[in-house]
């Protein structure tokens, strides 16, 4: 594909005031192509269902592990979350065509929430901060509404806010569903009101949800991460796995040695060009 700008500032200051970010044609096809393919190898491992909710799916495949350290995107991530971070989740979803919207074991559809534990993070005058940020990978066919898309309310992270209806089939007032072609990136908050959209199309959705948080905080896919996941993996990958530290106070005041990350911090000086 062409060569294309990240105006990281730009981005930034988007995703403070919007709560989300589209990027366009961040993988090439046919990077799409071989994350289909390593999906496909995934489910057919599965019990046959309309939806498919797989945690941790890093572990599955060496093609979805390798967008732990995506140099499209980590400059990015630095910028909005800092740059003591983590891989929080990996969660691949999938939605087959469900016209009369039947409710499966993996949900087929996710009425409106934010992100979080139970009880949830703490709020302060109504709002709940930022905590970690997903980044959606579109691998089919998202470019109309209806097709299972994810529905969000832009700027519900910055606002006392609760929709009137928790019901995602019903509109409320506001929402937008994000749409886009494979390779296209979808970026979002915990924190941002969103649901996932029942699927009345012809089209089976499939998003890969990769999520970052401050590396203090527990990760939901795993305790340590696994010796597969290590194996050769560069600097920047074991931070994002958790690796920089037996004592466990160094997550809170790492040395500079311990988050080679942060060098990506001192380069977002203006644009990062991805191809």
């Known amino acids: 594909m062409p060569q294309t700008s990240l ?89 087959k065509p469900n016209p009369n919207d039947e409710k499966t074991a993996t949900q087929s559809f996710i009425n409106w929430h934010q992100d979080g534990p139970h009880p949830q993070f703490p709020k302060q005058n109504g709002i709940t901060s930022t905590y970690y940020i997903k980044t959606c990978y579109i691998l089919s066919d998202m470019s109309q509404p209806n097709r299972g898309n994810t529905k969000i309310i832009p700027g519900s992270h910055n606002k006392p806010f609760h929709p009137e209806t928790q019901d995602v089939r019903g509109m409320v007032e506001g929402e937008v569903q994000v749409c886009g072609e494979p390779g296209d990136v979808f970026i979002f908050p915990q924190n941002l009101w969103h649901a996932g959209a029942p699927n009345h199309s012809d089209y089976t959705r499939r998003q890969l949800f990769l999520g970052y948080s401050p590396i203090w905080m527990r990760p939901i896919d795993y305790r340590t991460a696994s010796e597969k996941l290590l194996q050769n993996a560069s600097p920047y990958r074991k931070q994002l796995l958790g690796v920089i530290d037996e004592n466990p106070f160094k997550y809170y005041v790492p040395s500079e040695t311990m988050v080679p990350l942060k060098e990506l911090n001192r380069q977002n000086t203006g644009e990062s060009v991805y191809e």
């Open 7 to 95: 105006n990281i500032p730009e981005l930034t200051k988007q995703f403070q005031q919007d709560g989300y970010l589209i990027l366009r044609g961040v993988l090439s096809q046919e990077k799409v192509q071989r994350l289909n393919n390593a999906i496909d190898e995934i489910i057919a491992q599965e019990p046959e269902s309309l939806a498919y909710n797989i945690y941790n799916s890093v572990e599955r495949h060496e093609e979805i592990a390798s967008l732990i350290d995506e140099p499209t995107l980590l400059p990015l991530m630095v910028q909005l979350l800092g740059y003591n971070i983590q891989l929080h989740i990996s969660h691949l979803t999938i939605r």
